[in-house]
């Protein structure tokens, strides 16, 4: 990677980056077992299918922006807002943190060597790239991408002559990658703990992980079996949920919604494990109630595993069935306002540094708490009746899965990027990037708000002419946002390569133990484990002078 | 410099947390027939007379058959841990290998079975079947599919404990490290254990 000299330290270590073992080059990276290469190989192909999503939102928009036929027809449509979602959603944030920041700093932050099965890690990544370019590929086969919607309802996704069964067994490949990556954090965080780290000094971020695997290893089994069997009904007609031969429909939609809903959280708590590290560094304040974050990441695994049946009021329920799940819905809510609440409260009289990541932070607790709210909204039966499959909606999960996991996702990126490659990116240019994209998301999707309390149906490649402005200023928010991820991605990419090299330790004046190895960490992470003996974030400003010191 | 010895000192192992992986990965197949089961109640609870009719058209004796062949097959397979625990190779290839067999009879079986049935129009799709009410044609969909499934199970395990007895045989597996033909075993007696629930559901309730 770094074309300057090996660098070692005192004792004649190598770092991760400079390391070669029994391969080199590319090699060295495809076949590495080594977590913080695992995790950068995410990373890559992170980022080359989040632009691929992006592009296609953009053109949606780009079609958006006046009534009628703008730049394709609406078959293309469909096609375009299926793969935006399915990338989206199963390659960008599904994977997304915990796939690469998980990997790259689960195993230092708990001060081990690597994950409990490194070569079912490098697994993992060969599923993650296999179904991502089979959901790529869809497009190019004949029959054209699947044009059903991320959800594939039946009976459409049976009927479609498009790719559907392709798009599917992507998505069931990679749950199958998410299934392996959440068995190996789990089996890491209970075998491989440093001495002394007891399970309350171990960092937030990595309690969130915890809670996150635990909903990846049971839920996604679920969807698993409902895309196989969508699958053999394309393949066989064996009827299981066609009407006409006895089947139910509705029950795909529980299904679907049984993983689909945990889902969310496996996108959204590790963003709140970055929010939780992040703050108090930033802060410069010890982490208020830790405890309360830590369980309310459990708390919110559980129920929210409990309330899938919200995504179908309108699908045919009884009464009580919709009552007891709106209800369910609400109580989910309380340990996200828990965590919001202690976010402040750790804020509040703490001594703010605006650096890129706590801007990040800062719009995540903004646009979260916007989506939250709106959520909490749709689990209101009346509401949600009429904004069911409105722009409303689309509004509200691009307010918590990219206002939320996207903005955790750039705050991480600003945050570690510096510690995993030792070069700095140009802080200005993040905070114009910052701002542009902060700007742009808001522009872009607050009209579908608006628009869809107004009747704007969701998925509608055309619209009546009064919708006409909302759809206008949204589609100009779509360009400042993309003009501010693209100034963003270049300046990190660009400074990775060729910014200010840094060799200090601790960066932001963090407590966690990634701060304590070097910068870049060496291949084993630690030269000795490490005996943990104090909590995270019990933050005292003489440490920050004593680990510099002991970088020297 | 230390960074050649550095590749020895990533070997590390821990045969609790492989077991650990493994009954989380066997739990997560559980989950997977468990939305089978799931498909499976509703349906039957909907409709029960159709279920009852069908399920007089499969073949207990077949399933019964195939039930003791398993549950002997989860017998080898643990007297093949028990031996390599007491060092005897030879003796744990041949009880691999004996379970592999029974696998394979138990696949045979299902080949007659289904073949039978297929044969008299009794498939998805199957002018026969079609021809039936919706109860009974639900009944077999979900019969192809689950049973079909666990077949499928059956044949990674075979593939599985033809693994272990490579192993067995380079002596990677041995006395002091036998923590892969564990989980193979558990592997294996998770397969056995669906189709335990998966017999009486189709076969013995009627
Ligand atoms: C982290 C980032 C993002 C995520 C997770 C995400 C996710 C999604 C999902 C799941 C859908 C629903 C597709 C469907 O209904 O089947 C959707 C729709 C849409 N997305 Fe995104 N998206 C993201 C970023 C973007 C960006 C950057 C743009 C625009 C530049 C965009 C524009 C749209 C539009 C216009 C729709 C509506 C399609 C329609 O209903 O016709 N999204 N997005
Ligand atoms: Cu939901």
Known sequence: MSSEAISTNKNGYVSYLDYKGKHTGFLGWVLSTDHKRIGILYLIALMVFFAVGVTFGFLMRLELIAPGRTIMDPQTYNSIFTLHGVIMIFLFVIPGLPAVFGNFFLPIMIGAKDVAFPRLNLLSWYLYVAGGLLAILSILLPGGPADTGWTFYIPYSVRTGTNVMFTMFAAFILGFSSILTGLNFVTTIHRLRAPGMTWFKMPLFTWSLYATAWVQVLATPIIGITLLLVVIERWLGVGLFDPSLGGDPVLFQHLFWIYSHPAVYIMILPAMGIVSEIIPVFARRTIFGYKFIAFSSIAIALFGSLVWAHHMFTAGMSNTGQFIFSLLTMIVAIPSAIKVFNWTATLYKGSIELAPPMLYVLAFIFLFSIGGLTGIMQGVLSIDIQVHDTSFIVAHFHYVMFGGTGFGIFAALHYWLPKMFARMYNQKVAKVAFWLVFVGFNVLYFPMFVMGWLGMPRRYYDYLPEFQPYHLTSTVGSWILVLGLIIMFTNLIVSMRKGQTITKWNIWGGETLEWKVETPPTLENFDDIPVVTERPYEYRENDLAELEKEAK | ?206
């Open chain 2, 1 to 206: 410099m230390s960074t050649q010895e550095h590749a020895a000192a990533h070997v590390h192992r821990d045969d609790i947390g492989a077991k650990m992986g493994m009954w989380l990965f066997l739990f997560t197949e559980l989950l997977l027939f468990g939305g089978m089961f799931f498909l499976y109640s509703v349906y039957r609870f909907v409709n029960q007379d159709a279920f009852h009719l069908a399920a007089k058209e499969l073949n207990t004796i077949i399933g019964m058959f195939n039930t003791a062949i398993l549950l002997t097959s989860s017998l080898t397979m643990a007297i093949s841990i028990a031996a390599i625990q007491k060092n005897n190779r030879n003796l744990s290839i041949f009880f691999q290998l004996l379970t592999i067999v029974l696998a394979l009879g138990f696949m045979v079986n299902k080949y007659f079975e289904w073949s039978a049935k297929i044969h008299h129009g009794i498939f998805p799709g199957g002018e026969e079947l079609l021809a039936k009410s919706q109860g009974e044609i639900l009944f077999f969909g979900l019969y192809y599919v689950m049973t079909g499934l666990h077949g499928l199970h059956v044949i990674i395990g075979v593939v599985l404990i033809g693994f272990m007895t490579r192993l067995t045989k380079n002596g990677v597996i041995r006395q002091d490290s036998y923590v892969k033909l564990e989980a193979a075993g558990l592997y294996w007696h998770l397969v056995d254990i669906i189709w335990i629930f998966l017999f009486p559901l189709f076969y013995l309730i009627t």
